[in-house]
């Protein structure tokens, strides 16, 4: 993998912020897009812009077949066995909130525990907490280990037989953890619970394989991993979808609508009501030929690698706090003594250095590290170590910056 040739086809990086060659270190929030995939959205408005399924004229075939194809692009990427199991949704969040008001209302009552961590994303603990304010159940939480990470063995401890959900993060998008997705979806199974997974930093960055890691439900965003914004895939079972009511109704997924009552279609079109995403998919699908193309396992060794020479790079930077484990993701997520993240990252942004800062949708997460936000450096595959060293030496001019208050 040659990142230099690779930087090339993101038009996005060749600019300058702020009279600064652009160094972006925020793709945990969203990445950014290759020229294929603005020209494959580009192409299908330029040339067969159209609706799909129903039309007969040419224009809808053509757009069907690029909708459909793109169906079955994420099925094989994924590993799922059919492209019925391949719902298209706007994104992690929608999915999540699916599976909460239909599977978790018909499956969830009085008695009943929804296991997740401390460590998840607002989109994985509020349609958690509002089922369960529903439906009388307890939300449990998994502790967490003093470097953020998960034991099993407290895991298994917090499932219990009265456990019906059990969903998770793959990565964390502040930590950098990743977690023991197949150890964990084990334990759900041993007591008869349903495994839900938020693959928001996962699938972006590493293989992911369903079926080996036999989760029932699987969640992500066409926008994290080099894809259009508005496009999401919820992965699910097959049984586990076919028993689930939709929660949106209208066109596109019905099979028969009278005067007083309606039936729907087969999967996985009965979740995906209205004028789907038409052009989001197809330029998901075109994310997907250009992350296969340069390789996952080069993408998750590269990040890998970038973490580590930052992680080292920081220890030569005084007041400087990092936060999760050693051995972790390509984030970074850090505090500077004294100084606010927001404050932090508009320096950096001041030297052309894109970070995120703020609580990063994970509040109780910030609570359990004793702090009100942090700010984050995200890696993907066209970052480079001098984009690490840019970022350092962009610290080290904030520390001149802020004089005493910072280390």
Known sequence: MNVQDVRKRFPILDQEVN??????LD???TSQKPSSVIEAVEDYYNRYNSNVHRGVHTLGSMATDGYEGAREKVRRFIGASSMEEIIFLRGTTT????????????NVGPGDEIVITPMEHHSNIIPWQQLAKATGAELKYIPLQPDGTISIEEAEETITDNTKIVSVMHVSNVLGTVNP?????????RHGAVMVVDGAQSVPHMKVDVQELDADFYAFSGHKMCGPTGIGVLYGKKKLLKNMEPVEFGGEMIDFVDLYDSTWKELPWKFEGGTPIIAGAIGLAAAIDFLEEIGLDHIEAHEKKLARYALEQLKDVDGVTVYGPEDRAGIITFNADDVHPHDLATVLDSEGVAVRAGHHCAQ????????TATARASFYLYNTEEDVDRFVASLHKAKEYFGDVFG
């Open 19 to 24: 009279g600064h060659s652009l160094v972006y």
């Open 27 to 29: 793709s945990a929030a």
């Open 95 to 106: 999915a999540i909130n699916l599976i909460a008001s239909s599977y978790g209302k018909e």
């Open 181 to 189: 997705i197949q150890e964990l979806t084990e334990a759900a199974h």
């Open 364 to 371: 109780p997460l910030m609570k359990w590290l004793d702090v």
